[in-house]
Nanobody
């Protein structure tokens, strides 16, 4: 069983920045495609960004140019750098790890408000 633990969620002002982290318990972390998803109140969970084992990244159109996903295999951690935050980025952000099967973290709340 793989555990994913997110951190870094907080209250931010519009235009501000936050960095989310997700630490994984698996020694096979380098094999996993890691991703960030988010779910706003009353909405379905949606893809934010993914990063494959070879470093290939994929982003949702709504956050392109503002968010950056990265990974540190030595630390078994994936990051989401979020810049130029907007109120519509407010959501619970979930970390996902995929290799053979899917694993999810418990989520971290990001609130963007003045």
């Amino acid at each position: 069983q793989v555990q994913l633990v997110e951190s870094g969620g907080d209250l931010a002002q519009p235009g501000g920045s936050l960095r989310l982290s997700c630490a994984a318990s698996t020694v096979r972390f380098n094999l996993y495609t890691m991703g960030w998803y988010r779910q706003a109140p009353g909405k379905q969970r949606e893809l934010v960004a993914t990063i494959a084992s070879d470093g290939t990244t994929n982003y949702a159109d709504s956050i392109k140019g503002r968010f950056t996903i990265s990974r540190d295999n030595a630390k078994r951690t994936v990051y989401l750098q979020m810049n130029s935050l907007k109120p519509e980025d407010t959501a619970v952000y979930y970390c996902n790890g995929k290799w053979v099967r899917d694993y999810w973290g418990q989520g971290t709340q990001v609130t963007v408000s003045s």
